[in-house]
């Protein structure tokens, strides 16, 4: 596909650059035939019958490579593990203001890790990263305060797959909880 690409347009060239020998009707049939080797090359079959190679199969397009479920979207790019990510259910927290979750604490440190380090040696409770990563694996207490505060200013995007419309994923502020479960208000939850 590619290589007819090439060769048509090359051959327009040609033509273009002999333009005073050159008949015009020849210039604009070649010019369709570009406009179809680009199309096959987008999307082979548009036009009809898909262009095949020597053993009869037809050849891959752009289309091809990236639509379904062996596509380069679905196939590598989405489902795969994402940083700064978690899984967890969610349970009712009829407690909740609307526009807030119920994020459980393993989760958060795990969420906003990088923030507290940097909260760490910022604020000098922490000498260095190795420092402040050892509190954090060893859950002291400072580290629940700087989170908190960190976490004020960073929302939160909730999502429960397949994601088939706009409810299905929401941004909340997250307030630390105990449990492991994802607290919601009760009105929310419709949307998951």
């Not at 273009?16 to 009707?25: K, V």
């Not at 990236?66 to 009712?92: A, P, Q, T």
């Not at 694996?137 to 994601?163: C, Y």
Request: hydrophobic letters at 40%.
């Amino acid at each position: 596909l590619y290589r007819r690409v090439i060769y048509r347009n090359n051959t327009l060239i040609d033509f273009s650059a002999r333009s005073g020998s050159t008949p015009g009707g020849l210039v604009i049939c070649q010019t369709r035939l570009v406009q179809e080797a680009v199309d096959a090359l987008i999307d082979n079959g548009i036009r009809g019958q898909p262009m095949k190679d020597s053993h009869n199969r037809p050849y891959k397009s752009f289309s091809d490579v990236i639509e379904g479920k062996e596509g380069r979207f679905r196939e590598n790019l989405l489902g795969k593990r994402v940083d700064y990510s978690g899984r967890s259910v969610i349970v009712v927290g009829p407690s909740l203001p609307l526009h807030q979750c119920g994020l459980p604490r393993e989760m958060a440190i795990e969420l906003f890790q990088a923030f507290v380090i940097r909260g760490l040696i910022g604020r000098h409770l922490a000498p260095n990263l190795r420092a402040a990563k050892s509190m954090i694996q060893n859950k002291e207490s400072i580290i629940w305060k700087v989170l908190q505060d960190i976490m004020q200013g960073h929302p939160i995007l909730l999502n429960r797959a397949p994601t088939s419309h706009r409810l299905g994923i929401q941004a909340f502020q997250p307030i630390l909880i105990k449990g492991r479960a994802i607290r919601l208000h009760p009105l929310v939850c419709g949307g998951f």
